[in-house]
């Protein structure tokens, strides 16, 4: 049964092929009268443009990284937190373009899923093609938001070509 209607679709594919194939006088007169423009092939230096303009559209496509945190202590013998640093790698999967400030955002979150603290942080470094950076910065929170993180999750939101 499988192979019955494998032929008959095969047929019915060869015999639309065929028709459509085969030329009447009218399509004689109507390519002789039509001048085709054959576009020249593009050269290494459109290319490598055209490639450039298509990762410089979203730079955050082609940008990907790991994020880590510690705390900042009030001082050195308080155990209260008066800030977060953010240790931050970030990766460039571009074959030419070369990104500059990198905006990106972290989101910490309760265990019950409430949004503690949501900050936006620049990176103003170039990040050259197949390369990465380490970046770090600081953030205030408070203790008691510190206590309180389960979790976290961040994202490159965009990026400038260079």
């Known amino acids: 049964m499988k192979y019955l209607a494998k032929l008959s679709f095969a047929l019915l594919l060869f015999s639309i092929l065929g028709a459509c194939s085969s030329n009447s006088s009218n399509d004689r007169i109507y390519e002789d009268t039509v001048e085709y423009e054959e576009s020249a092939p593009m050269t ?4 490598k443009q055209q490639l450039k303009d298509r990762e410089c559209y979203d730079g955050s496509e082609y940008l990907n990284g790991s994020l880590k945190y510690k705390p900042i202590y009030k001082n050195a013998f ?3 937190v008066k800030g977060l ?3 931050c790698t970030l990766r460039s ?4 373009a070369t990104y500059k400030d990198v905006k990106a955002k972290v989101r910490f979150v309760s265990k019950t ?3 503690i603290l ?5 990176v103003y470094e170039f990040i ?3 390369d990465s950076i380490k970046y770090s910065t600081e953030i205030v929170v408070t203790n008691q938001q510190f206590k309180d993180i389960a979790s976290f999750n961040w994202g490159i939101l965009r990026a ?3």
């Open 44 to 47: 290494e230096a459109e290319l």
């Open 160 to 162: 400038d070509c260079k």
């Open 113 to 115: 899923g409430t949004v």
């Open 85 to 87: 640093k953010l240790f």
């Open 93 to 96: 999967k571009a074959t030419l």
């Open 78 to 80: 308080s155990t209260k």
């Open 128 to 130: 050259t093609p197949n």
């Open 118 to 122: 949501e900050k936006e942080f620049d």
